[in-house]
C-alpha cells in the first residue's frame, strides 16, 4: 500500500513538471470582450508544447457570418499560476489558420487580428493555431457568429 501511494506521489509530481503554460482565464475573457456587435460562441484555449499546431474540430452552419479572433499574452501575467518560469523570454507570435473538411485553407491571421467567415455550407471546420516561435507558451483563439 505504501509503495502504491509512493508511485501516485511521484507519478503526479512528475507530469506537473511536465505541464505547459495556458493563457488564464482573464486573459480569454479580454480577448471575447475585444469584439463588440458578436455572440460568443467558444473559445480555444491552447497551450503548446514542443511547436506542434494545435488543431479543435468544430462545426459551422450555412448562411452564417463567423469571426476567429487570435490573441496573444504580451507578459506572463496572463499564464497560470506556478507555470511562469515557463514563460522567460516569452514571445508572442501565432498563427491562426481555418480549414475545411478536405483540408482546404479558408483564411489565415497572425498576432492580435481576427477574420471574418461566410459560411458556404454546414460541416465540420478545423481551428489550427500554430506557434511562430518555440517560446511561444499560449495563444487564445475566440469564435463568434456575428449578430443579424
Given at each position: 500500500m505504501k509503495l502504491l501511494r509512493l508511485v501516485i506521489v511521484i507519478f503526479i509530481t512528475l507530469s506537473s513538471l511536465c505541464v505547459n503554460a495556458q493563457c488564464k482565464q482573464r486573459f480569454v475573457y479580454e480577448c471575447a470582450l475585444q469584439n463588440s456587435g458578436v455572440i460568443f460562441l467558444k473559445e480555444f484555449n491552447t497551450k503548446f508544447s514542443s511547436g506542434k499546431i494545435q488543431k479543435h474540430k468544430v462545426i459551422?452552419?450555412?448562411?452564417?457570418?463567423y469571426t476567429l479572433q487570435l490573441c496573444n499574452p504580451s507578459d506572463t501575467q496572463y499564464l497560470e499560476e506556478g507555470n511562469s518560469s515557463l514563460a522567460t523570454g516569452l514571445a508572442v507570435n501565432?498563427?491562426?489558420?481555418?480549414?475545411?473538411?478536405?483540408?482546404?485553407?479558408?483564411a489565415t491571421t497572425t498576432r492580435n487580428f481576427k477574420f471574418t467567415f461566410f459560411c458556404p455550407k454546414t460541416d465540420v471546420y478545423w481551428v489550427h493555431i500554430m506557434p511562430l516561435s518555440p517560446k511561444t507558451t499560449c495563444a487564445v483563439a475566440i469564435l463568434s457568429v456575428i449578430k443579424r
Open positions: 459551422l452552419n450555412k448562411g452564417y457570418m501565432s498563427m491562426l489558420s481555418l480549414y475545411d473538411n478536405n483540408n482546404n485553407i479558408l
